[in-house]
């Protein structure tokens, strides 16, 4: 009985020891730690009720409640969210595409000549004033006028003025608003009024001759065709010679030379 308590008195004595020993030894090592690299332990942030998870530091940290929408989160320079890929082919699509669009505008809104080829005479209707020795002559002609231009012009008005012997004898104004479209031609006719009297009434006596079966006079024909176009105006001017039977009436169309065009800006 004796031997037994001795024997316990001697290991608690043991097991106190070496209690004191390992505590002893965990405060040099908690000492020697702190003095040590504060880095190789984690973070721990223990947060209370009045603070979330930040919505963009995927769990990391914390912001006050009820400002998620009021906040900036800070993305490190490294994230790949701020290095999109294939920007240099975006950049170089965008400005290839800028550049073909500025091309075809170029080339569709060009303006292109307006061509005004001069036909001949359509009809003449003849008459006769016996007492004033006058003969009037109602002169149809016929114009072809072609738009070279991707993009449709309209005919503001037609000047038409008639020569005889170095002398006017008519000149008309044709206001007719007409549109033709791209790329298109559009026969217009006109007509042109002209008298034979005063000084040149003995044109009378020729037009009036029994004898002769056809009167054909010579006369010039001059006429100038007025196109717009994006609120720019636009004339070409074209000039003929014409055979005109002032015997009767007539439809049939000789030209003694061909036209030519003599395009200049509206004043």
């Given amino acids: ?93 965008s400005v290839v595409v800028c550049l073909l669009l500025s091309g075809l505008a170029v080339f569709f809104l060009f303006p292109r000549s307006i061509d005004v080829s001069y036909v001949g005479v359509k009809s003449v209707f003849v008459s006769y004033d016996k007492e004033k020795r006058s003969v009037y002559l109602n002169i149809t002609n016929t114009l072809n006028i072609t738009n070279n231009n991707y993009y449709s012009v309209e005919v503001a008005n037609i000047t038409a003025q008639v020569q005889f012997a170095k002398t006017v004898i008519s000149k008309s104004r044709i206001s007719n608003t007409t549109a033709i479209s791209p790329l298109d031609m559009k026969q217009i006719d006109y007509m042109v009024p002209t008298i034979l009297a005063d000084e040149m009434n003995y044109m009378y006596d020729y037009c009036t001759l029994q004898t002769i079966k056809v009167h054909n006079i010579v006369v010039m024909m001059q006429v100038t065709v007025t196109t717009t176009y994006f609120g720019h105006a636009e004339q070409v001017s074209q000039e003929m010679y014409q055979y005109v039977d002032c015997g009767g009436n007539t439809t049939s169309i000789r030209a003694m030379t061909k036209p030519f065009s003599i395009p200049h800006p509206a004043e």
């Fill in 1 to 93: 009985m004796g031997k037994t308590f001795s024997l316990l008195t001697k290991q608690t004595g043991q097991d106190e020891g070496q209690d004191s020993l390992t505590s002893s030894l965990g405060d040099s090592q908690t000492e020697d730690g702190k003095s040590g690299d504060v880095s190789q332990f984690p973070y721990v942030e223990f947060t209370g009720r009045d603070s979330v998870t930040c919505p963009t530091c995927q769990g990391t940290g914390r912001i006050p409640r009820g400002q998620e929408n009021q906040l900036v989160a800070l993305i490190p320079y490294s994230d790949q969210r701020l290095r999109p890929r294939r920007t240099k082919l975006y950049v170089s699509a």
